[in-house]
């Protein structure tokens, strides 16, 4: 990669990805490195939407990354920005001994994620408090070094086919989700050795590294996807963050794995979950509340419903599985909501208003 002289240098040219996509070349570290950017049809501007950072892996490129995680197609359907940027030689300094020259060279990749946030939030209108990171592989440790360098900026990352192997030490809690195939002989699931003997955790210990810094607590929340592939979860945690390992039934090209689970739209309906300020959006309850307890729900297994305390009359409720989709409920109360849900399969559940805002997460055992 040819260097430059230490000045800054931005060079915007269209790049034939979609009509909506750019390339942008800039000066990090007296090297001169390349992000694409892709906006939605529906950005115009007048809005701050979120921003996702994807990553590539080791031997990958930007646009091996866009035609492969499905983050491009995502961000039409949900309306965020995402970012590919290119790694040095084809490779990311994820932390430790892992992977190529990138590491060699002791290249500071953490500034440069950083450098395009920053660009990102002169050019366009971004959320600044929703902007993600996630990434495959290499790309995976690359975005779980953000989540631990750079917490004051993510709010959420989620990670492919690598654990974090970089120490430990966020300065705040940070929401991390990570997928894992059973049958990935490249990164192994059990954990082991890069080739140069340095070693790497398993999944369950990055699973359980992440709750330790997280400060989570109680026992992980266990659900069932297709077949063995399965998600944990730790929901009581610092700033109201979550951490979860989702163990597929994969090789290490995760994404297409063994029954087409769609893991992109899981990642984005976990990160998407949380904000820096506050982590996950809350109700903000009317000044006529102040003073009372906040709202709260729990499961009542005698009767099989949700009971819902200290919701403001006229406020609208909605329900979410795990997957993010939407729980049919039938006519709502007031104030004291007692609602029959009979049929709902066991798992976690998430209260929301009608505008989005978390109010609470139940448990149906």
Known sequence: MRRLPAVLLIISALYCLTAASERVVLVHDSLERFFDIHTPPSYDGSTGVPLVIDIHGYGGSANTQQNYSGF?????????????????????????????????????????????????????????????????????????????????????????????????NPSQAIAVINFHGYDDYTIEYDGGVFQNDASYPSAQENFHTW??????????????????????????????????????????????????????????????????????????TPHSQAGKRSPRCYWDRREASLVIRGIPPGIHLKIYDCKGREISLPEQGKLTRKIALPEIAPGTYLVKTGMGNLINKFLKQ
């Open 211 to 284: 709750a330790e810094v997280n400060n989570c607590t109680g026992t992980p929340v266990e659900t069932t996807l297709v077949g063995s592939s399965k998600c944990e979860t730790y929901i009581t945690c610092d700033d109201n963050v979550e951490v979860t390992l989702c163990s597929i039934e994969a090789g290490h090209m995760i994404y297409s794995n063994y029954h087409n689970i769609d893991l992109t739209t899981m990642a984005w309906n976990f990160m998407k979950q949380f904000t820096l300020k506050g982590r996950v959006t809350h109700l903000n």
């Open 72 to 168: 491009r197609e995502k961000a039409d359907e949900e309306g965020f920005i995402v970012v590919w940027p290119g790694g040095y030689q084809h490779s990311w300094n994820g932390g430790l001994a892992c992977c190529g020259a990138a590491v060699r060279d002791s290249i500071d990749d953490v500034g440069f994620i950083r450098k395009i946030v920053e660009f990102m939030k002169l050019g366009y209108a971004i959320d600044t408090t929703r902007i993600y990171a996630t990434g495959h592989s290499n790309g995976s440790a690359m975005a779980q070094r953000v989540a631990n360098d750079a917490s004051d900026i993510f709010a959420a990352v989620a990670g492919f086919a690598l654990m974090l192997i970089a120490p430990p």
